[in-house]
């Protein structure tokens, strides 16, 4: 009876270990986000990425919308968000990976980057 008891917590501890495990490995994932509920705050980053990366890269993107959007929980929110811009009359698709962390009013444009085979243009 003593052996079956043992045998028994030892399947229990290892049980909730292993969903402990499964539990860690999700914390911090990039996951779709379906950007009804920030909707306009999501815009709003959009539109501060292309006008960062026009700043610093001297250019004249014109934002015209949102396609995607993903997100990853760190200190604060990375968001990876895939925007539709005009370039010189031509409509393209970017990349843009924001950092929030609202309660220090804070947001960076870490990478902003064409999408697809389009040439790479780097803004940090």
Not at 55 to 60: F, H, I
Not at 63 to 70: A, C, L, P, Q, S
Not at 112 to 117: C, R
Request: charged share 25%; proline share 2%.
């Amino acid at each position: 009876m003593k052996i079956k008891a043992s045998v028994l917590v030892l399947v229990v501890y290892c049980v909730c270990i292993a969903n402990s495990v499964i539990e860690m490995a999700t914390v911090g994932g990039i996951v779709d986000s379906d950007g009804s509920q920030n909707a306009l705050e999501i815009e709003n980053l959009a539109r501060y990425a292309v006008d960062e990366h026009n700043k610093k890269q001297n250019t004249m993107l014109v934002f015209n919308g949102v396609v995607k959007t993903r997100e990853q929980v760190v200190a604060g929110t990375i968001y990876y968000i895939t925007l539709e811009a005009t370039d010189g009359g031509k409509k393209k698709k970017y990349e843009a990976k924001i950092w929030v962390k609202p309660w220090l009013n804070f947001k960076e444009v870490q990478e902003f980057k064409p999408v697809g085979d389009e040439p790479a243009t780097a803004s940090a």
